[in-house]
């Protein structure tokens, strides 16, 4: 399996070599923990200006473990996350619930400034992202606020043996699902128990 995050904050000609070493640096962190953590054989490559692809042989198919999986995934998401608080040190942006995204599937793990820019849809420009990247979002936006989040998520085995993710928000109030608020399907992920 391959893993693809996009950091535009740090590779794009407004960047600054402090924030080019610091997403460097993360990256460099999130592979480390995938290997330590999951027992991972994982490698990190750049495929395109802001394109980092980790891939992870062993894992996320029909023979490696739920806990190495969740180890992993857990690892993915922290990482993402810690690129998301490392942006908002030096941007501003609006909250994720009133800049305008809505809940789309995407391959890609978007940062924030991913995350925000429009895409192609079928009707025109939208920025949209899933699970992964709007959950990574508000847990970071949360915590900049001083506010507690974690990152939580769920998983079925698909019929055809692989296992099937969905991630939210664990706050102090509950589990917070920012893909309904941001309008995924009812019946989206009616099999993984929340």
């Not at 190495?68 to 998301?84: P, R, S």
């Not at 942006?87 to 942006?93: K, M, Q």
Request: hydrophobic share 35%; proline share 6%.
């Amino acid at each position: 399996m391959q893993i693809t995050f996009d950091t535009p904050f740090g590779f794009s000609a407004d960047s600054t070599p402090a924030e080019n070493r610091t997403v460097n640096g993360i990256l460099r962190d999130t592979l480390d923990r995938l290997n330590q953590t999951s027992g991972a054989r994982a490698t990190l490559s750049r495929s395109g200006r802001s394109l980092f692809d980790f891939d992870l042989p062993s894992l996320f198919g029909t023979d490696s473990t739920p806990n190495q999986d969740g180890a992993a995934l857990q690892a993915l998401l922290v990482g993402l996350i810690t690129l998301n608080r490392a942006f908002l040190v030096n941007h501003a942006v609006p909250d994720l619930y009133r800049c305008g995204v809505i809940y789309g599937r995407t391959d890609i793990w978007d940062t924030i400034p991913a995350l925000y820019a429009p895409k192609s849809t079928r009707n025109g420009a939208q920025p949209y992202g899933d699970c992964k990247s709007v959950s990574a979002c508000l847990v970071a936006e949360r915590l900049k606020k001083g506010q507690e989040a974690l990152p939580v998520f769920r998983w079925i085995r698909t019929p055809l043996g692989t296992k099937d993710y969905h991630i939210l928000v664990l706050t102090p109030d509950g589990f917070e699902d920012p893909s309904k608020v941001l309008g995924m399907g009812r019946d989206e992920n009616t099999n993984v128990r929340l």
